[in-house]
Structure formats: structure tokens, C-alpha cells
T-cell receptor, first 112, second 113 residues
Framework: DTAVSQTPKYLVTQMGNDKSIKCEQN?????MYWYKQDSKKFLKIMFS???????INETVPNRFSPKSPDKAHLNLHINSLELGDSAVYFC???????????FGNGTRLTVT | GNSVTQMEGPVTLSEEAFLTINCTYT??????LFWYVQYPGEGLQLLLK?????DKGSNKGFEATYRKETTSFHLEKGSVQVSDSAVYFC????????????FGTGTRLQVFP
């Protein structure tokens, strides 16, 4: 029933590890996104995919690699995690071109 | 580059008080403007939008008018409720790249009974 779902909800891991966050949307949207929200609630776009094709890559370190196996899924893999990667990561989807974004509930990543 | 500036929070109000959260923007071209709301533990939800100058977006008693002359999109509500307590984000979509939303830093609203 959930429109945009992401897993896990919480992720606690140590520096240097590799982790993935999964996202799925059942809205039939063509465009999916990853946003990062820091501890001050500042929200910044990381990636945008349209129909499995990378559209936006906002100077994110190449330790972050998005993967879109089909247009309903956009997963985020992070290599060699660092303390500064601790944040809430939000997946979102939209029809594009001024249509509203639908957000998942976020994944709180804590790197220790 | 394009940017959005919001008033710092938290904004603390009593129930039934009048709310204004200021938002100004810097953009080339003709961006669309949005307000999103984030309730605790949840993702952001679209609250309202305006796509051209002088448009007024409204939803759930909230309103915002797209003012090109002052590059502003202030959020207002005449009588807030405790359930309105949340973080509010102003955002713009760049007119040449409408898949990209640029968000302000968010303003936390706390409403007390």
C-alpha cells in the first residue's frame, strides 16, 4: 500500500563498511531521487534517475553508487563509510516536470 | 546559483495564532515554488505549490503567494493547530531543469495548546 518505501529504516554501522539502502515506488513514476538530510535538517539532492537513466549527479563522492534495476527501484550503495555520511537519506519519486515529489520515510544512517 | 532562504526556527506559537514563515529565493528564469511539510519520523509531503507569478497555492488552511517582485513565497495560516507542528520546507524547481528541487533549510513550527 505504501507509495515509496525504503529499507532499512535505521542503519548503524562502523567506518569503512559497505552498506546499501533500497527504495521502491509503486506509483508508476518515471523519475526517482536520493536526497540527504543532515543533522540540521538541510536537504540536498544527491541523484536523480529517469527511466533507469542517471539524470542528476550532484558532486557526490564516488563512494556513493546508485543502481536502478528498473524504473520502480533505485538503490543506494555506499562504500567505505565515513563518519560524515551519518544522515537521513530520503528516496523520492515523481512524474517529473513540476509534479510533486513523493518521499519515503527515510533511512537514518549512523556511522560509528 | 539558485537558492532558497527561509527564516530560522523554531517558530513557537499558541493554538489559533496566526502563522507566517518567510521564504525568499534567488533564481534565473521562472521557477516553480513549493512548500513541503515533514512530520516527525516521516518523509516530506507536498503542502502547496505555485507555478507562476501572482499564483496563490493553498491547502489545509495554508496559503502562499508567488511574488516575483519581492522574490518571495511566504507561508501563512490564519489559525494554527497543535497538529500543524512539523518542519516546513520552501523549495524551488529550476525552470531549465524541472526534475531538480532546491530546498531551503527548513523551519520548525511548534504549536502549544
Amino acid at each position: 500500500d505504501t507509495a515509496v518505501s525504503q529499507t532499512p529504516k535505521y542503519l548503524v554501522t562502523q567506518m569503512g563498511n559497505d552498506k546499501s539502502i533500497k527504495c521502491e515506488q509503486n506509483l508508476g513514476h518515471d523519475t526517482m531521487y536520493w536526497y540527504k538530510q543532515d543533522s540540521k535538517k538541510f536537504l540536498k539532492i544527491m541523484f536523480s534517475y529517469n527511466n533507469k537513466e542517471l539524470i542528476i549527479n550532484e558532486t557526490v563522492p564516488n563512494r556513493f553508487s546508485p543502481k536502478s534495476p528498473d524504473k520502480a527501484h533505485l538503490n543506494l550503495h555506499i562504500n567505505s563509510l565515513e563518519l560524515g555520511d551519518s544522515a537521513v537519506y530520503f528516496c523520492a519519486s515523481s512524474m517529473g516536470r513540476d509534479s510533486p515529489l513523493h518521499f519515503g520515510n527515510g533511512t537514518r544512517l549512523t556511522v560509528t | 546559483g539558485n537558492s532558497v532562504t527561509q527564516m530560522e526556527g523554531p517558530v513557537t506559537l499558541s493554538e489559533e495564532a496566526f502563522l507566517t514563515i518567510n521564504c525568499t529565493y534567488t533564481a534565473t528564469g521562472y521557477p516553480s515554488l513549493f512548500w513541503y511539510v515533514q512530520y516527525p519520523g516521516e518523509g516530506l509531503q507536498l503542502l502547496l505549490k505555485a507555478t507562476k507569478a501572482d499564483d496563490k497555492g493553498s491547502n489545509k488552511g495554508f496559503e502562499a503567494t508567488y511574488r516575483k517582485e519581492t522574490t518571495s513565497f511566504h507561508l501563512e495560516k490564519g489559525s494554527v493547530q497543535v497538529s500543524d507542528s512539523a518542519v516546513y520546507f520552501c523549495a524551488l524547481s529550476e525552470s531549465y531543469n524541472t526534475d531538480k528541487l532546491i530546498f531551503g533549510t527548513g523551519t520548525r513550527l511548534q504549536v502549544f495548546p
